[in-house]
């Protein structure tokens, strides 16, 4: 008698540690694309090259105009340093490696939102 409800007892606590790992598990799948969602994929706005998370968009915060910020944006390692043409957004002219093109940054409930201004030939901002 005590060796069939050891058994059993067993046999509870195995079913519960599946089941356990199987909740842990669909837990941790239903967690991964959210958290994909939420990283920004982004693109350089000079030459449009699609981004890595760790690859960065050189800018300068330039002036605030109350909120928000203006910032220029130099571009990409790939069209700064690299082969990728440089273009503004706005116009489509394409830039020289000194130029950059201006964007206004503001910040609402916590996350930044990036408006594109233009480059120095259609963007009223620069100076
Ligand atoms: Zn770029
Ligand atoms: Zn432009």
């Avoid at 928000?68 to 002219?93: A, M, N, S, W």
């Amino acid at each position: 008698m005590l060796y069939f409800v050891l058994i059993t007892a067993g046999m509870i606590l195995l079913l519960l540690g599946w089941c356990l790992s199987l909740y842990f598990r669909g837990n941790r799948r239903s967690k991964n694309p959210e958290s994909k969602a939420r990283t920004p994929v982004h693109a350089c706005p000079v030459c449009s090259t699609r981004l890595d998370k760790k690859e960065k968009v050189y800018s300068v915060v330039f002036s605030e105009i109350g909120a928000d910020k203006i910032v220029h944006l130099r571009g990409c390692q790939y069209c700064i340093e690299g082969e990728q043409t440089r273009k503004c957004p706005v116009c489509k002219r394409i830039l020289g490696t000194e130029e950059f093109i201006a964007a206004r940054m503001s910040e609402k409930s916590g996350r930044v939102h990036v408006h594109i201004l233009g480059c120095s030939q259609c963007c009223r901002f620069f100076v």
